[in-house]
Nanobody, 113 residues
Framework: QVQLVESGGGSVQPGGSLRLSCAAS????????MDWYRQAPGKQREPVAT???????YYEDSVKGRFTVSRDNAKNMVYLQMNSLKPEDTAVYYC???????WGQGTQVTVSS
């Protein structure tokens, strides 16, 4: 079972940027879909972005044009570059290997002035 560990969260002001990383304990090259989810306080966990093994990307409407998901199969890493952050982006962000049903522990992102 591949284990996932997220990092890179923190506190930023509106308009700022963060880059989240997801480190996998094993190879992700054969994992067709790697996802980023987020969960804000009092809300359900929601999908944010997806990247396929072929490099195709998909985004939730509210983050399109601001977030970019990428993956480095050689390093077993998945990234989420977040720009132009807004207070409503505040949440715990999770990495998810869909085919393995494997979740990371999450990393907190707080956007506040």
């Amino acid at each position: 079972q591949v284990q996932l560990v997220e990092s890179g969260g923190g506190s930023v002001q509106p308009g700022g940027s963060l880059r989240l990383s997801c480190a996998a304990s094993g190879s992700i090259i054969s994992i067709a879909f790697m996802d980023w989810y987020r969960q804000a306080p009092g809300k359900q966990r929601e999908p944010v972005a997806t990247i396929t093994s072929a490099g195709r990307t998909y985004y939730e409407d509210s983050v399109k044009g601001r977030f970019t998901v990428s993956r480095d199969n050689a390093k077993n890493m998945v990234y989420l570059q977040m720009n132009s952050l807004k207070p409503e982006d505040t949440a715990v962000y999770y990495c998810y290997a869909r085919g393995l049903n494997s979740w990371g522990q999450g990393t907190q992102v707080t956007v506040s002035s």
